[in-house]
T-cell receptor
Framework: QKEVEQNSGPLSVPEGAIASLNCTYS??????FFWYRQYSGKSPELIMS????GDKEDGRFTAQLNKASQYVSLLIRDSQPSDSATYLC????????????FGKGTMLLVSP | NAGVTQTPKFQVLKTGQSMTLQCAQD?????MYWYRQDPGMGLRLIYY???????DKGEVPNGYNVSRLNKREFSLRLESAAPSQTSVYFC?????????????FGDGTRLSIL
């Protein structure tokens, strides 16, 4: 059973700060990694995909992947109150047919 | 842009009743999924359909059945609802049968079983 671990939080940061969210995974063979954002009462929304070691930047978001250490992180620069949400990490699941295994998510709270 | 559409959005059932949750996607995706999300448990895969004509069990299939009606539609049926099936149900889809593809989610169905 593939496992994806995230700190449940909440992670509290002030507005304008950098929020750092971390995720570890058990399967060394995982090739793709996804970050989803989920606002309370809403559905998960894809915000980042990363496939190669290193950093991938998209606006205020940076995903960092280290396959040797089996972790993937998400940095949010200049955090805004509107970034307050639960962030889900996902890696390919156990079946091989585009299934994903999701972490339980980290709740981020950005205070004005 | 509709994306993934789920109906109904809310439903209250009595124990033992049956119902079908509907999901349709307009992105021409091959693969479709049903998840449930419970507090503290995260998203758990119930059933999935890698392509039209195929369905497979996920992590928590007991008490559910699915039908891949055509490429667009994938329904989830509760034959005899139980309070333990009170949850938020999400349908998702993706455009590949292999690895490395993200999934796109519908807005969810909030289901309460009394």
């Amino acid at each position: 059973q593939k496992e994806v671990e995230q700190n449940s939080g909440p992670l509290s940061v002030p507005e304008g700060a950098i929020a750092s969210l971390n995720c570890t995974y058990s399967d060394r063979g995982s090739q793709s990694f996804f970050w989803y954002r989920q606002y309370s009462g809403k559905s998960p929304e894809l915000i980042m995909s990363i496939y190669s070691n290193g950093d991938k930047e998209d606006g205020r978001f940076t995903a960092q992947l280290n396959k040797a250490s089996q972790y993937v992180s998400l940095l949010i620069r200049d955090s805004q109150p509107s970034d307050s949400a639960t962030y889900l990490c996902a890696v390919p699941g156990w079946s091989g047919y585009s299934t994903l295994t999701f972490g339980k998510g980290t709740m981020l709270l950005v205070s004005p | 842009n509709a994306g993934v559409t789920q109906t109904p959005k809310f439903q209250v059932l009595k124990t033992g009743q049956s119902m079908t949750l509907q999901c349709a996607q307009d992105m021409n995706h091959n693969s479709m999924y049903w998840y449930r999300q419970d507090p503290g448990m995260g998203l758990r895969l119930i059933y999935y359909s890698a392509s039209e004509g195929t369905t497979d069990k996920g992590e928590v299939p007991n008490g559910y059945n699915v039908s891949r009606l055509n490429k667009r539609e994938f329904s989830l049926r509760l034959e005899s609802a139980a309070p333990s099936q009170t949850s938020v149900y999400f349908c998702a889809s993706t455009d590949a049968q292999g690895f490395n593809q993200p999934q796109h989610f519908g807005d969810g169905t909030r289901l309460s079983i009394l």
